[in-house]
């Protein structure tokens, strides 16, 4: 079945810089790659998705890459600010039903 | 507005005695799951459902019984706790792909200890 590697666990970075943040799958039938945020006591929701069609895919502060060739995508988070401070969970899917997810990056922004 | 809920929200229970964590949506989502959520492990799918009457195993299963008899409500079931089930359950809900996404909807959580 699909397993989904997350690195690293915990990141932390300045106020203003950037963080990436990788996953690796191991079942090339994915096809939907989705990243969610935590925030401390709250549930899980999406901030940015891309399908294995696309290489690339942008929304303001962040972005997702895909490579499907070495089946690993990553997410981008540009000058980063303090609300950016959550834990993150990447996750591929063929399907609607069965998700897989990574184990979640705990991203701390420093001031 | 659209909502997944769930309840309880915490729940403290002993060992062996049946437990039922509701979970409904009304955003007449076809499919729904069940996670478990477990420091360092990240989410890790239960159960899901991808319509009334139509359930399949998740990657955890095992101490854990759910059923799909109206589409709004998906129930996880724990007839036998057991302290390795202490966890935070998340239930979620996701329509057939509009679009190209497949967005999980979140419960608020269930924190469940077993004692």
């Known amino acids: 079945g699909e397993n989904v590697e997350q690195h690293p666990s915990t990141l932390s970075v300045q106020e203003g810089d950037s963080a990436v943040i990788k996953c690796t799958y191991s079942?090339?039938?994915?096809?939907?790659f989705p990243w969610y945020k935590q925030e401390l006591g709250k549930r899980p929701q999406l901030i940015i998705d891309i399908r294995s069609n696309v290489g690339e895919k942008k929304d303001q502060r962040i972005a997702v890459t895909l490579n499907k060739t070495a089946k690993h995508f990553s997410l981008h988070i540009t000058e980063t600010q303090p609300e950016d401070s959550a834990v993150y969970f990447c996750a591929a899917s063929e399907s609607a039903s069965k998700i897989i997810f990574g184990s979640g990056t705990r991203l701390s922004i420093r001031p | 507005e659209a909502q997944v809920t769930q309840n309880p929200r915490y729940l403290i229970t002993v060992t062996g005695k049946k437990l039922t964590v509701t979970c409904s949506q009304n955003?007449?989502?076809?499919?729904m799951s069940w996670y478990r959520q477990d420091p360092g492990l990240g989410l890790r799918q239960i159960y899901y459902?991808?319509?009334?009457?139509?359930?399949d195993k998740g990657d955890v299963p095992e101490g854990y019984k759910v059923s799909r008899k109206e589409k709004r409500n998906f129930p996880l079931i724990l007839e036998s706790p057991s302290p390795n089930q202490t966890s935070l359950y998340f239930c979620a809900s996701s329509r057939i792909g509009v679009g190209d996404s497949y967005e999980q909807y979140f419960g608020p959580g269930t924190r469940l200890t077993v004692t």
């Open positions: 079942d090339s039938a994915s096809n939907y």
């Open positions: 459902s991808m319509n009334v009457e139509v359930t």
């Open positions: 955003m007449n989502h076809e499919y």
